[in-house]
């Protein structure tokens, strides 16, 4: 493919960005992450990705997927190999608690999020990097480019704009002002997030389940388990349903203790309780916010797009948040390296085509996600305490997120670019 002569420039150096960015770098379009950060970093700790996920990887950029190869970590048995989670009775005292598997074609895929994103930024050139870069604002020049104006004083020019800004994106805000999907809502769940060793983990709760995947149901809250870094270490992850409204927007995290997270699960059985005692004594419980009640009318206006959790933030119930990121990289990144994609306005049909192909998927994870997320926790609606109902539940809406082509999914997309661009695919002075 041809160098364009456009720019693009990336808000926001996360999982999203910076697999954009790589697959863009790699396809000949000119693009400039800024990052508020003073270098890349992720937060957090474990994120499992689906089979659609890992064939974006691959089709974004062939190092997206030797890097998650590299740190990946499944189950830790060669029997459960294909098992993404092991699921049970996480709430009553007893010597079965088995309730089900749900297995997929690459079973427990689990990486360290730092560590993911260390790799990644071997991929991309240091100069198509810019820190300590808070967007402040945007806005026309006169040779209708966008000039950027950051918090540090400092400008920039680019062709269009992509928003990878996460959950509380500044873009999504500077498009949609006052409408309520600028701000993502509180879903009335929080997490209490930690890393155990593996040896503390088997003391805990023995070795099969603290060696592969598992997912611990109850009422009201629900606690998944999966090894990481190569199996040395259990992430945990537990989550609790409140009536309660989040204390402060503005924070995504507060303080805890290690007590008030075995306050939240004090009735559950041993297996939820002897994990919880391994937290640090502070800890930090974080807030689960998404995009579900105002899900964002569309996703591009002219020629600037907002990507991933920006213009999709989902609850992490179906741990395939991430995986649409890099879905949404690989259809995007193709129609932008497309041939006859060469003008700011071949742009703006570059990104209404995405909003088109991506919209009505992304918005959908979103409400999935919720209703999966109450189904761990017995509270959804005709579902309950009916394992046989969640079962299937998990199972049809796992097979809607992975089982798609994602190759297909792309050149779908780029054939409705060049439909809406016109022509038959050839350079329009060859035609004369």
């Not at 160098?3 to 808000?11: G, H, N, Q, S």
């Not at 040896?199 to 388990?225: F, S």
């Not at 394992?387 to 997120?401: A, D, L, P, Q, W």
Request: charged share 25%; aromatic share 10%.
């Amino acid at each position: 493919m041809a160098p364009k002569d456009f720019e693009v420039a990336i808000i926001g150096g996360g999982i999203a960005g910076l697999t954009l960015a790589i697959a863009l770098h790699h396809r000949g379009v000119n693009v400039v992450i800024y990052e508020q950060a003073a270098h890349f970093a992720e937060i957090g700790a474990g994120v499992s990705f689906t089979p659609n996920a890992v064939q974006a990887m691959k089709h974004c950029y062939s190092g997206v997927y030797s890097a998650f190869e590299k740190i990946r970590t499944g189950n830790l048995w060669p029997s459960k190999k294909n098992v993404w989670f092991d699921y049970h009775d996480g709430y009553h005292d007893k010597d079965e608690t088995f309730a089900f598997s749900i297995t997929s074609s690459i079973g427990q895929a689990g990486v360290h999020r730092a560590r993911y994103l260390d790799e990644l930024v071997k991929l991309l050139p240091e100069e198509h990097a810019r820190f300590g870069k808070r967007l402040e604002g945007f806005e026309r020049d006169g040779s209708g480019r966008w000039r950027l104006r950051f918090e540090d004083g400092s400008e920039a020019t680019t062709d269009a704009i992509i928003g990878c800004d996460g959950i509380k994106s500044k873009v999504r805000q500077l498009l949609y002002g006052d409408h309520p999907c600028s701000h993502p809502t509180f879903t009335h769940k929080y997490a209490y997030r930690a890393l155990a060793t593996m040896e503390d983990a088997i003391k805990a709760v023995g070795e099969e389940k603290a060696k592969n995947a598992c997912m611990h149901m109850g009422p009201g809250g629900h606690m998944l388990t999966f090894p990481v870094n190569h199996g040395q270490t259990l992430n945990v992850v537990a989550f609790h349903t409140t009536e309660s409204d989040w204390p402060d927007y503005n924070k995504l995290t507060r303080p805890a203790k290690r007590e008030d997270a075995l306050r939240d699960f004090a009735n559950y059985g041993p297996d939820v309780t002897n994990l919880l005692q391994l937290c640090q004594p502070n800890l930090d419980v974080w807030a689960i916010f998404h995009l579900g009640d105002h899900p964002v009318p569309t996703y591009a206006k002219g020629t600037i797009c907002i990507v991933g959790d920006a213009a999709h933030a989902t609850s992490p119930h179906h741990g395939a948040g991430a995986g649409f990121c890099i879905e949404d990289a690989a259809v995007l990144s193709d129609l932008l390296a497309d041939d006859r994609v060469r003008t700011q306005q071949d742009i703006e049909v570059v990104f209404s085509v995405f909003n088109d192909v991506r919209r009505e998927r992304g918005n959908w994870l979103v409400q999935s996600s919720q209703h999966i997320g109450n189904c761990y926790e017995w509270i959804g609606q005709g579902v309950g305490e009916d394992f046989s109902k969640v079962e299937n539940e998990i199972n049809t809406r796992n097979g809607m997120i992975s089982d798609v082509d994602v190759q297909g999914l792309c050149r779908e997309a780029v054939g409705i670019l060049r439909g809406r661009l016109g022509g038959d695919g050839m350079d329009k002075g060859a035609r004369l």
